[in-house]
Every structure is written in C-alpha cells, then in structure tokens.
T-cell receptor, first 111, second 113 residues
C-alpha cells in the first residue's frame, strides 16, 4: 500500500521558534491533510489542501501541497506551549476515500 | 459544534471475546469510517461505509471484523474474537460526502488481555 514518510519524528523547540515538518510519498495524492492529535484524543484537522502548488494558512499555520503531488509541508510560526502534540500528515488518492497517514511528528515546546 | 462521539472510551476484554465499539457520526454525514492506532504508531485505515455497505476496506479488516449501521444514528465496529494484537485506539470518523473532510471521534481504547 501507499506509504507516507513524515519527518522529523520529533522536535523539541523553544517557545517562539518557528517549526517546519514535511511528508513525502512515492505515490501521487489528490488531497493532503494535516491533523493534530493531543494525548487521548482523536486527530483534529488543521489544514486541507486540494490542488498541487496550493499554499494555505490557518492562523500561525501554513501548509503547501507540493507541485509533484507527492509531498507537503507544514510550518508553524512563533510556537506557543499549546502547540505541543503530534502532527500527522494524511493523503487521499483520487480513487477512494481512505486516508493514508504519516508516522507523525511529536512537537515539544519549552516555555 | 457537531462532533463524532464514541463509546466506551476504554474497553477491556479477554482474548477470544467479542467486542462492539460504538460511534455516533455527525448527523448530516453520509460516509463513515473506522481507523485504528496501535500505541506509538500511525493511524491506519480499516473500513469505509456508505449507503449501508462497505465501500473500501484494508488488509487489516479481515473476517474477524464487521461494521453495521443498526439504526439512523449509530455506526458500530464488531471484532468477533479478539486477539492480543487487536489492542489499539479505534477511531470513528465521518464525512458529508465522498472526498469531503473526515472528522474524527476521540476514540475507544481497546485493551485485550
């Protein structure tokens, strides 16, 4: 099946720093999504990307759908303690509805 | 704000027992999904369901698994004879339409002893 490689696996940063994480795949995806998961909770959608090259912002978060449709990145600017959590990318193929998730990036923010 | 609700939040069962995990999708959503997440690993797709039938399923979703929409609001996942390796968080999700955003519930933690 499809695989999404997400990096880095974890990040430990100082409050106020910017963060960048990305996902790559050998398959072309039609949709890229970024979710955040807090401990004991389900994934919560942050940003959805539908077109190659699309750059979308949601507050301090910015994500881009790669031109090749095989990658995406998420940036968080001026991180705050509540940004702590696990961030997952997810891709959706043109055919079908299932989401394929990356391995997650665990973000830790030091106040 | 409408949300997907799952019960119970934690289910403990003995190996070989049947379990039913319950979900109430968002009321106007037509597509329903189950995913699972083994501790420390990525979220994995199990099955999608539309119009009272399975539309997609993964290799994980074998004969031990089944899904049902027994009434107009509930969506259930049944594991017929649980194994130790079925221990995981199980997430239900729903979407309005095909290719629409999937909203996730908080999950049910299944512990098989």
């Amino acid at each position: 099946g499809q695989q999404l490689n997400q990096s880095p696996q974890s990040m430990f940063i100082q409050e106020g720093e910017d963060v960048s994480m990305n996902c790559t795949s050998s398959s072309i995806f039609n949709t890229w999504l970024w979710y955040k998961q807090d401990p004991g909770e389900g994934p919560v959608l942050l940003i959805a990307l539908y077109k190659a090259g699309e750059l979308t912002s949601n507050g301090r978060l910015t994500a881009q759908f790669g031109i090749t449709r095989k990658d995406s990145f998420l940036n968080i600017s001026a991180s705050i303690p509540s940004d702590v959590g696990i961030y997952f990318c997810a891709g959706q193929l043109e055919a079908g509805n299932m989401l394929t998730f990356g391995g997650g990036t665990r973000l830790m923010v030091k106040p | 704000e409408p949300e997907v609700t799952q019960t119970p939040s934690h289910q403990v069962t003995q190996m070989g027992q049947e379990v039913i995990l319950r979900c109430v999708p968002i009321s106007n959503h037509l597509y329903f999904y189950w995913y699972r997440q083994i501790l420390g690993q990525k979220v994995e797709f199990l099955v999608s369901f539309y119009n009272n039938e399975i539309s997609e399923k993964s290799e994980i979703f074998d004969d031990q698994f089944s899904v049902e929409r027994p009434d107009g609001s509930n969506f259930t996942l049944k594991i017929r004879s649980t194994k130790l390796e079925d221990s995981a968080m199980y997430f239900c999700a729903s979407s309005v339409r095909l290719k629409n955003i999937q909203y996730f519930g908080a999950g049910t933690r299944l512990s098989v002893l």
